[in-house]
């Protein structure tokens, strides 16, 4: 059955947390499972909808504990991801699906690969953050432009003062979306802001306002990447395919040049002119390449653009 956004459903976990989540696309369609960007939420893939529906694909796409509709769990590590995952799929009985991750929520579409492989059909890593202590050589998280490092750093020293920071994004998100955007593109590549601004700023800004509603789900994400993950990218064994804007501003391109270097048989594709929002513009091109790639999991990959 589709679920709305605003319907928020949920289901509860083992422990007794709830875990919400949304739907968007063909409700009868294959199934792809999206781990959302930092500060976003589930709601975050919703402008992906309409190339989802045209392609028949049914995305289910989860809060991480602590954001939009999600029961918080401190000190979670990534790995616990999969335990979550798990359960919603056996809820709503889907045995095997792909998985889409942006940004923060490429470490945990990376988990998925590794640790639910018969479940897991094939991942797509959208400028996707990677383990911190890999050796990056010229970038890595305190490069110019990067955003991560500042609030990796006030998450894990300040967890207080982080919170009032993101709860305060988050009320300009809703209350003043373009003031909000002008701040946050001013570092971004035109081509970025062309596609934010032509796909749907208000959904990404009402995304954030959601995502942030508990601010300290983000201070937990945060630390969750700072420290070890649980699984390591060389045990993934399904197929992986990685997108990255060259121009991107938030998590630098060499990263996912790294991450292809270590997940066998995995396919890079290095996008010019773009940046952190490459998917925007070509939801259909890696949704496509998504299914496409799925088909491929029991003969080989392909070696991916190093």
Same mark, same amino acid.
Request: aromatic share 8%.
């Given at each position: ?108 579409? %990376? &988990?998925?690969? +590794? !640790? =639910?492989?018969?479940? #897991? ?6 400028? /996707?953050?990677?383990?911190? @202590? ?63 601004? %032509? &796909?749907?700023? +208000? !959904? =990404?800004?009402?995304? #954030? ?6 601010? /300290?789900?983000?201070?937990? @994400? ?68 998504? !299914? ?11 070696? /991916?653009?190093?």
């Amino acid at each position: 059955m589709h679920r709305h956004a605003e319907a928020a459903p949920s289901v509860t976990l083992a422990d007794g947390r709830r875990l919400s989540y949304a739907e968007f696309g063909d409700p009868d369609g294959y199934p792809v499972l999206s781990c959302h960007g930092s500060f976003t939420g589930g709601l975050d893939i919703a402008v992906a909808g309409p190339a989802a529906r045209r392609l028949g694909i049914r995305i289910i796409s989860p809060d991480r504990p602590g954001t939009g509709g999600s029961t918080r769990a401190r000190g979670r590590v990534i790995a616990e991801w999969a335990g979550d995952v798990e359960t919603l799929l056996d809820v709503l009985e889907i045995e095997r699906c792909s998985v889409l991750g942006w940004s923060q929520g490429g470490p945990y579409a %990376a &988990s998925l690969g +590794a !640790l =639910l492989p018969l479940r #897991v059909d094939a991942v797509a890593i959208v400028a /996707g953050v990677v383990p911190l @202590d890999w050796p990056f050589e010229p970038s890595d998280a305190d490069a110019p432009g990067s955003l991560l490092s500042p609030n990796l750093r006030l998450s894990d020293k300040w967890p207080g003062y982080a919170s009032v920071r993101f709860r305060a994004e988050a009320e300009m998100a809703r209350r003043l979306p373009r003031r909000w955007w002008v701040k946050k593109s001013r570092s971004m590549p035109p081509a970025d802001v062309a596609a934010v601004e %032509a &796909s749907g700023l +208000a !959904l =990404l800004a009402k995304a #954030v306002a959601q995502g942030l509603r508990r601010p /300290g789900g983000a201070v937990d @994400d945060y630390r969750a990447v700072d420290q070890p993950w649980g699984f390591a990218y060389e045990s993934i064994a399904v197929p992986v395919r990685l997108w990255h804007g060259v121009d991107d501003t938030v998590v630098p391109v060499d990263w996912s040049r790294e991450a292809a270097a270590r997940i066998q048989g995995s396919v890079l594709f290095p996008i010019e002119a773009s940046g952190h929002f490459v998917a925007w513009s070509r939801f259909e091109d890696v949704l496509g390449d998504l !299914l496409a790639s799925r088909v491929g999991r029991r003969r080989g990959g392909a070696q /991916g653009l190093r």
